[in-house]
Every structure is written in C-alpha cells, then in structure tokens.
C-alpha cells in the first residue's frame, strides 16, 4: 500500500515537484509574480490625476459578494488617503444587472468626473458611451466575458483583455491589484476582502488566485478584523467558512433587500471602523440572511403546486427572483433533475427564471431550442437564467419538460482516496491539509474508510447519529445515520472528510461520513 502522500499525489495527478511548488511560500511579493495588468500605469495616472485636481468619482457596483468586495476595496481605499468618493451597489429589482444609461445619466447629472465600474462594466455599451460623450473619465474593472468589442472606457482592468494570466479571477482580485498598485504597497485588509470575493465568486483555486486566499489565511492567524471576525462568528478563517458562513450572508442582501439605501450599508460594513455601527450592521445582515434560509426551505417543503414527479421540475414561486437561484438549487440535489423556478418580476408582466441542472442536461442548449417563447436568457451549461412573458408560460413548461424527457442521466461517482483507522490522526490532517486550500478546480480529497464492522460503531444516545471514538483522539462522526438503518449491513465503505472538531474543549481529528455503501 502506498503511502498517504503518495496516495494524495495520485489523487490530484501531480508530482513531488509540483507538490514542492504549491507549497512553496507565499509572500505579498512573489503571489502574483510574472503577471501584469496591461494599462494599470495608466489607471493609476489617471486617477492620481483626478484626486490631485480634487474632483469627483462615483464608483459602480454590483450586488454580489464579488461586487460588494470590489466596491468596498477601492472606498476603503480610498479613504485610506482621506479622499471622499461616492458609490452605488445596484438595486437587483428596480437597477437590474450593470451600469444602465439611466444610472449613467444620473452620475453625469450630479457633476462627477471620474466613473469606475466594477464586477461589470465590459458589457455595459451604451452608459459608458453616455458618460464618455459628456466629458467623464470612465475606467472598467470587471471579469466577466466579453463582447465581440469592447466598451468606449479610458482603460480597462480585465483578466483575459488585460493580459494578466490564463486563470479567471475575481472582480475583487482585479480591484485589490489596482489598490495595491495605488497604494504602492500590500494591505492585508484589502487583500482578505479580495480573497473573500475569489471564494464567494467560485473562481478556480489555482495559480494566483490560490497563492492569495492562501497567504491571507495564513496572515489572519496573526491578525484580527472585526467586521470579518462578525461574520464568520468564532471559526476559523478559511475558504470552508468564508463559503459558508461569510459569503452566504454577503449574498443574502443582494438577494432579499429592495432599498438603495440599505444596500449601501453592506459596503459601510466593510470600510467602516465605528465597531457599533458594526455590531448594528451584523444583527441586521445576520437577520436577513436567517430570513433567506426560512424563504429557501419553506418554498422547497411547501411546493405542493409544484410536479416533482416529471422528468423535469418547473414551477412559479410567490417570492422574489433573488431567491429563485437558491430554491433550483435545491430541487436538483433533492431530485436529480432539470429544475426551473420562475418568480413574478418588477412589471407584474414577465416571468424571471432561473435553472439549474445535474450533469447531462445543458441547460443554454434548452433555452437555445426554446427562444421563441423567451424574451431573454443567459448562463452556461449547468446554471442560466431568462426571462418569459405570462402568457407563454404552461407552453414554456411543457416544451421544457418535454426536453428533459431525452436528457441521458449521467451518474458520477467521486474519486475517493482509501484511508484507514490508524491513518485518522493529527499528522495526517496536517499532511492533508498542505495541500489546501480547497474549492473550485481543486476540492477536497474525498476518503473511503473500506469495511467497517456496523456491529463496532457506536451512536448518539437517541441513535440517530454514528458517534465512534476511536482513540488517539480521533473519532468517527456521520450525522443522520441511524442505528436501525445500519443494523441492515455487516460490512459498510464509509465516504468522507477529515477535520478538526472540539466537543467540550477536547480537540479530535474527526472523520465525517457524507455517505455509505454496503461493502462488495
């Protein structure tokens, strides 16, 4: 049996030498070494220009965690230098997606000289034509893709157009490299927001992007922020509860709130010092978030308008369309099938939906085959989303299905690496996690603990819960596997993951089963 490293070497495909390089050291120096933005002098010259001259810059985001990251960046930034600016975080009901020639007409109107858009902008023709036409400096950082040409910006910050690298990155990584460049020197603060955006934003976790999120969690161990330590309670700062403690609350906002004023809070939360402000804020972002998992779960369980049975799940929800992403998201991990959720829009006239799909539907290819009953769609093979008029809806639904009935259920199995008893340890976990972190074109490595004797687990006291120590302070945890259920077995394959837990101040290195199987 080979060893544990080289059981994880195999697991991801790489050599001694490439685990040597992804474990090298990070420094503020050398996490993005050998890239470039193109014109980033120049977006650097011209805002210097504009604030040595004291006129006015309006910032233009998004609503996002990415797009709130990357506001937030430059208006700490720049309150940094003790420069006023002003912004705005889009209002997902009434602004829509991006700058718009009305938004645009209005920064004109109110005299400011410089627009910067960020987390959009590449896309955004006819309000940077506006802005341009009537004297402002516009400058787009964004990394979303784009058109055939490009918008009449001064400059432009973009991955891909910009020639920074080959890996796509976030609409936070882009402005943080602009406020660093500023600056002329690294901010932590700055850095972990951008970090947060590459988490949130699931930007694949290579190259720099990982050599950042990694270097900031390091730095966090010696360090303390206390709107981040907020959010993320009493854990650790890492891409596990950046994904699942901060970013779900970030996104929750954008999501549910219909007020431009108190969408602007989410950016004071992140560039304000005043700790009671503070405190305010996160009872306020804690409640709405609380607010979105009630809406999410409750339209899931009381879906009775809704045919979970046919091949293909489509329904309309009395929510907002904030929401609608979650809720599809949750019928195909409960169901395995193609799902649409539409909600009422702003108009009272249109449908907006939103789709999600397991693997062996493309969900552009369904809305490519039904376009004449959309008025608007958009998305990639497994996620997208469009827009349909009220009457063209039960025909839209049926056609919908209809596809779904030739859709070729792809059955995945993980990889997983075997692991065994004597291997769960402190050691271990300390190895495993080197090679973190974990998230997006590089997850956590899945283990199979291989016949495990049901007759030796032991269980919660009501027994619906695998609670196994194990000795050496390690132990065996797998929620909702009750006692009745196993005692079906002889011989089971646990899958799972390894982690540290503390139970009354005893710290354990914990295997957590995701799922079994009866041992071949």
Same mark, same amino acid.
């Given at each position: 049996?080979?060893?544990?490293?080289?059981?994880?070497?195999?697991?991801?495909? #790489?050599?001694?030498?490439?685990?040597?390089?992804?474990?090298?050291?990070?420094?503020?120096?050398?996490?993005?070494?050998?890239?470039?933005?193109?014109?980033?002098?120049?977006?650097?010259?011209?805002?210097?220009?504009? /604030?040595?001259?004291?006129?006015? @810059?309006?910032?233009?985001?998004?609503?996002? !965690?990415?797009?709130?990251?990357?506001?937030?960046?430059?208006?700490?930034?720049?309150?940094?230098?003790?420069?006023?600016?002003? $912004?705005?975080?889009?209002?997902?009901?009434?602004?829509?997606?991006?700058?718009?020639?009305?938004?645009?007409?209005?920064?004109?109107?109110?005299?400011?000289?410089?627009?910067?858009?960020?987390?959009?902008?590449?896309?955004?023709?006819?309000? +940077?034509?506006?802005?341009?036409?009537?004297?402002?400096?516009?400058?787009?950082?964004?990394?979303?893709?784009?058109?055939?040409?490009?918008?009449?910006?001064?400059?432009?910050?973009?991955?891909?157009?910009?020639?920074?690298?080959?890996?796509?990155?976030?609409?936070?990584?882009?402005?943080?490299?602009?406020?660093?460049?500023?600056?002329? $020197?690294?901010?932590?603060?700055? %850095?972990?927001?951008?970090?947060?955006?590459?988490?949130?934003?699931?930007?694949? =976790?290579?190259?720099?992007?990982?050599?950042?999120?990694?270097?900031? +969690?390091?730095?966090?161990?010696?360090?303390?922020?206390?709107?981040?330590?907020?959010?993320?309670?009493?854990?650790?700062?890492?891409?596990?509860?950046?994904?699942?403690?901060?970013?779900?609350?970030?996104?929750?906002?954008?999501?549910? #709130?219909?007020?431009?004023?108190?969408?602007?809070?989410?950016?004071?939360?992140?560039?304000?010092?005043?700790?009671?402000?503070? =405190?305010?804020?996160?009872?306020?972002?804690?409640?709405?978030?609380?607010?979105?998992?009630?809406?999410?779960?409750? !339209?899931?369980?009381?879906?009775?308008?809704?045919?979970?049975?046919?091949?293909?799940?489509?329904?309309?929800?009395?929510?907002?369309?904030?929401?609608?992403? =979650?809720? %599809?998201?949750?019928?195909?991990?409960?169901?395995?099938?193609?799902?649409?959720?539409?909600?009422?829009?702003?108009?009272?006239?249109?449908?907006?939906?939103?789709?999600?799909?397991?693997?062996?539907?493309? /969900?552009?290819?369904?809305?490519?085959?039904?376009?004449?009953?959309?008025? %608007?769609?958009?998305?990639?093979?497994?996620?997208?989303?469009?827009?349909?008029?009220?009457?063209?809806?039960?025909?839209?639904?049926?056609?919908?299905?209809?596809?779904?009935?030739?859709?070729?259920?792809?059955?995945?199995?993980?990889?997983?690496?075997?692991?065994?008893?004597?291997?769960?340890?402190?050691?271990? $976990?300390?190895? #495993?996690?080197?090679?973190?972190?974990?998230?997006?074109?590089?997850?956590?490595?899945?283990?199979?603990?291989?016949?495990?004797? /049901?007759?030796?687990?032991?269980?919660?006291?009501?027994?619906?819960?695998?609670?196994?120590?194990?000795?050496?302070?390690?132990?065996?945890?797998?929620?909702?596997?009750?006692?009745?259920?196993?005692?079906?077995?002889?011989?089971?394959?646990?899958?799972?993951?390894?982690? @540290?837990?503390?139970?009354?101040?005893?710290?354990?290195?914990?295997?957590?089963?995701?799922?079994?199987?009866?041992?071949?």
């Amino acid at each position: 049996m080979k060893s544990l490293f080289d059981r994880l070497l195999d697991y991801y495909h #790489i050599s001694k030498d490439d685990y040597a390089l992804l474990t090298m050291e990070v420094t503020k120096d050398n996490f993005a070494k050998g890239h470039e933005f193109i014109d980033m002098a120049n977006c650097v010259k011209v805002v210097k220009e504009i /604030v040595d001259n004291k006129k006015k @810059i309006f910032i233009y985001g998004d609503y996002d !965690a990415d797009g709130i990251m990357s506001v937030s960046i430059l208006v700490k930034m720049f309150k940094m230098i003790n420069y006023p600016v002003s $912004y705005h975080i889009p209002n997902r009901y009434t602004d829509g997606y991006g700058l718009t020639l009305k938004r645009s007409q209005e920064i004109v109107e109110n005299g400011f000289d410089l627009l910067i858009t960020v987390d959009n902008g590449i896309t955004a023709y006819e309000g +940077i034509e506006y802005a341009k036409s009537h004297g402002l400096k516009v400058l787009v950082f964004d990394h979303h893709q784009p058109g055939d040409t490009l918008p009449n910006a001064d400059y432009i910050l973009h991955p891909s157009v910009s020639k920074f690298g080959e890996t796509a990155t976030s609409a936070g990584f882009v402005t943080f490299m602009f406020a660093k460049s500023y600056l002329g $020197y690294f901010d932590n603060y700055l %850095a972990t927001l951008a970090s947060i955006s590459l988490v949130s934003d699931m930007m694949p =976790l290579v190259s720099y992007n990982r050599n950042l999120l990694r270097l900031m +969690i390091k730095e966090y161990e010696s360090q303390s922020f206390f709107s981040i330590d907020l959010l993320k309670e009493k854990e650790v700062f890492n891409e596990y509860n950046i994904g699942m403690k901060i970013a779900p609350k970030i996104n929750a906002i954008g999501r549910l #709130i219909d007020d431009d004023l108190f969408l602007s809070r989410t950016v004071e939360f992140f560039t304000s010092d005043d700790e009671q402000l503070l =405190l305010n804020y996160n009872e306020w972002i804690n409640e709405v978030n609380n607010e979105r998992k009630e809406i999410t779960k409750e !339209a899931v369980e009381n879906s009775k308008n809704i045919d979970v049975d046919a091949p293909a799940i489509v329904g309309i929800i009395n929510q907002k369309e904030g929401i609608i992403g =979650l809720i %599809a998201n949750l019928f195909v991990k409960k169901y395995h099938k193609p799902t649409i959720i539409f909600a009422l829009d702003q108009s009272g006239d249109m449908y907006k939906g939103s789709c999600r799909s397991p693997e062996g539907f493309n /969900v552009v290819d369904a809305f490519n085959q039904l376009g004449d009953l959309l008025e %608007a769609s958009g998305g990639h093979a497994m996620a997208g989303g469009c827009s349909i008029r009220k009457e063209n809806y039960e025909t839209f639904k049926k056609s919908f299905i209809e596809l779904a009935k030739g859709c070729q259920k792809v059955e995945t199995k993980a990889e997983t690496i075997p692991l065994y008893i004597n291997e769960i340890n402190f050691e271990n $976990y300390d190895l #495993i996690s080197s090679f973190s972190p974990f998230g997006e074109s590089w997850p956590a490595p899945q283990f199979v603990l291989p016949r495990i004797r /049901v007759q030796s687990l032991m269980y919660s006291r009501d027994g619906q819960h695998v609670l196994t120590s194990i000795g050496n302070n390690s132990r065996l945890t797998g929620f909702h596997l009750p006692k009745d259920y196993l005692s079906q077995y002889q011989f089971i394959d646990m899958i799972g993951t390894l982690r @540290i837990s503390t139970y009354f101040n005893k710290t354990n290195v914990e295997f957590l089963v995701n799922e079994i199987s009866e041992t071949k």
